[in-house]
């Protein structure tokens, strides 16, 4: 079998002139008529390896042999050119960047309805900090937020309510690339306006709401995937009429915004490079459209290109972003006092602030062996992690104990969006063996009538194609 036999003829390539049949000498003869005798010629010789004459014992392959093959690369490639190869030819860890954006944006989601009720104390133009005092706030820093665009109450509930969709559109990977943005904008706007709210997990949504806008991280498990999918099984592009409809809106509310914070010129504002780099985008994503649409294949392979390349630098960062904050945890709880004789987790314990279950505070705070153990053990943990990346094992057993040190911060001292946060960026390093697992499961459930969705409907990660791992996963 060869690797063109499920393929059509058309498709299939010139059969080369030593493979060809030759004709048979003795074509068989009508019906009734006895064998032609076979001529007396000598046998050809069957392909191997040719002497060479002027050189005893040195040997060629058969030209028969040879005849058409193409070279292989992997003698001369280098190992520059095999990281380009790798970083350009696909988006690299497509689960690892769904299991983020899920998380990001359903911690967000959460969050905002948690404090609903709290909303206008919290971000509002008339909660403790003011509207005037975040327009002096802001005039020192250059932070970006759409709230102080206007002190109207009204103003700032159309704000709440966009980052409210916004959070839940990003977590089914609806219109990804639109929504990424949007949910930036939301981010931005509600944490830039009141910067002494939150627990630690709000400067983690903060940047990662940032990267998550330049990776694809709807490839699976997302609306765009599905309307994908099925556009493929139909063989055919479907037609788009929501995406430049939501491209011509964008622009609308891009080109307002650009007008109300204009002042005397035209990107003015205090905020100028953010709005060009809106507009960027919004250029960015309406070539994009024309390109897939329009253009030759040539070109959607170079948008392919520069869009991987794009990913993979963001996926890199989000990495490098984690190790970066456990590290950075770890090395400066070794220099104080409390975590090196192995009592710094008994104070917070012993705080009613952070004791939500203060039977259990007291339980595990009564006991010094089990506080000595949580304290080395988050230290060594943290320190440990970032030099375990290339040791999948050992970094799986270390991400798992991560995830249960954030679970238990949100139980016994009451952070669970910090925990949440936490989680959803040490998603990053999940194994893609375990997630492509998990979405089978999921699929299984569904199927089976246990999870919402249509009775019968197969699975997303049934019959996926086999995708490039991550560097740690």
């Given at each position: ?348 314990l012993k705080l009613d602030y952070f004791s939500p279950w203060p039977e259990l505070s007291s339980l595990l705070g009564t006991s010094g062996v089990i506080v000595m153990l949580l304290t080395y053990g988050t230290v060594m943990v943290q320190v440990a992690f ?88």
């Amino acid at each position: 079998m060869t690797p063109y036999d499920h393929d059509d003829a058309a498709d299939r390539p010139a059969q080369p002139s030593w493979q060809a049949r030759a004709p048979e000498a003795n074509p068989a003869p009508a019906t009734g008529q006895a064998p032609a005798p076979a001529p007396a010629t000598a046998q050809a010789p069957a392909p191997g390896p040719v002497k060479i004459p002027a050189r005893p014992g040195a040997t060629v392959p058969h030209p028969a042999r040879t005849q058409g093959a193409a070279p292989s690369p992997a003698g001369d490639e280098t190992w520059a050119a095999r990281a380009v190869r790798v970083a350009s030819a696909a988006s690299l860890g497509p689960y690892q960047s769904a299991v983020v954006r899920i998380g990001f944006s359903a911690t967000w989601l959460f969050f905002l309805l948690r404090e609903l009720p709290n909303r206008r104390e919290l971000y509002g133009p008339d909660g403790p900090w003011s509207w005037d005092l975040g327009n002096r706030l802001v005039g020192g820093n250059h932070a970006f937020t759409a709230l102080l665009w206007s002190d109207s109450t009204v103003w700032f509930e159309l704000v709440y309510a966009l980052a409210l969709v916004s959070s839940v559109l990003m977590m089914l990977g609806w219109r990804t690339r639109t929504m990424s943005v949007v949910f930036m904008i939301g981010v931005l706007s509600l944490q830039n306006r009141s910067v002494f709210v939150g627990d630690g997990g709000d400067n983690v949504i903060h940047l990662m709401a940032i990267y998550l806008v330049f990776t694809r991280c709807a490839q699976v498990w997302s609306l765009d995937a599905r309307r994908a999918a099925r556009a493929a099984a139909l063989g055919r592009d479907a037609r788009d009429r929501a995406g430049p409809v939501l491209w011509a809106v964008c622009g609308l509310a891009l080109l307002a915004g650009t007008w109300r914070t204009s002042g005397s010129g035209v990107l003015g504002g205090g905020e100028w490079w953010l709005w060009v780099v809106f507009w960027g985008m919004w250029a960015v994503q309406g070539l994009w459209w024309a390109v897939r649409r329009y253009a030759d294949a040539d070109a959607r392979a170079l948008l392919d290109v520069l869009a991987n390349l794009v990913h993979n630098a963001a996926m890199v960062v989000i990495m490098a972003e984690v190790c970066l904050v456990y590290a950075t945890a770890g090395w400066y709880k070794i220099q104080g006092s409390r975590w090196q004789d192995g009592t710094a987790l008994f104070y917070p314990l012993k705080l009613d602030y952070f004791s939500p279950w203060p039977e259990l505070s007291s339980l595990l705070g009564t006991s010094g062996v089990i506080v000595m153990l949580l304290t080395y053990g988050t230290v060594m943990v943290q320190v440990a992690f970032p030099f375990t990346l290339f040791n999948r094992r050992v970094k799986n057993v270390l991400l798992v104990a991560m995830m249960l040190e954030h679970a238990g911060i949100a139980v016994l001292l009451g952070l669970p969006f910090f925990s949440l946060a936490m989680i959803a960026a040490d998603a990053v390093f999940l194994p893609t063996s375990f997630l492509r697992g998990l979405g089978a499961y999921v699929g299984r459930l569904r199927r089976d009538g246990r999870l919402p969705g249509r009775r019968g409907e197969r699975g997303q990660g049934a019959d996926e194609v086999e995708r490039p791992r991550t560097l740690v996963g």
